[in-house]
């Protein structure tokens, strides 16, 4: 049987041949924040405890503390709200990407509910607006370990990586919010330096389990 096109647009996805890979999808994802929701509850909680104590970082020890909440906060949001209508303006790409997004934020969700430092002194409050609060509950604060903010550019830009432009573009952007979360001290240096691997990582897990939806992502025809 040969292998059905690749989907040219939105409507294409709910077509016979890739129904059931977008269904499985967006099940994934939903299962996966499902996880990250619980993780956030037990991170929160666990912080609270004496023994979620901070600790020390060669960078952060060194580096000046700088509230750049806007880049944190409302760049990361409107970053969201970009890369995700940059990723359905291309459908062959939507199945592949929100698998491994789902990876992503499962994958996470475990590493945070593992080892619990404490938050780092003098950090930058994410504050009280509207932003903020969904900031605060998405576990951006107290899940340290990898940066999500690091993390989900260069998965798109390893997603993205035969469009030259886009991996530019994302690849800047990780190392734009990798530089704000130091310079905010929200994260630690292992979190934000350790995001690229942990992701490619991901990736590479999410080519192996998904091998017909990675296979879109080849030169568009």
Known sequence: MDAPEAPSSIRDLFSPAWRFSLAGALILLAG???????????????????TSTYV???????LPVVNLNVIIIEGAFLAIVLGTLYVFLRPRYVLFTLKALALFVAIRALFVSLTHV????????????????????????????????????????LIFWEDVPARVAFLALSAV??????????HYSIDVFAAPFMTYGIFTIAKALFPRDHALLGPAP
């Open 177 to 186: 919010f990798a530089v704000a979360v130091l310079l905010a001290h929200i």
């Open 118 to 157: 404490g938050i780092y002194p003098g950090n930058i409050d994410p504050g009280l607006g509207l932003f903020d609060g969904i900031y605060t509950y998405l576990n951006f604060q107290t899940g340290f370990f990898f940066s999500g903010h690091t993390g989900l550019p260069f998965l798109l830009a």
């Open 32 to 50: 996966a924040y499902v996880a990250e929701h619980f993780a956030n509850l037990y991170e929160l909680s666990y912080s609270a405890r004496p």
């Open 56 to 62: 020390g970082d060669l960078l952060l020890d060194n």
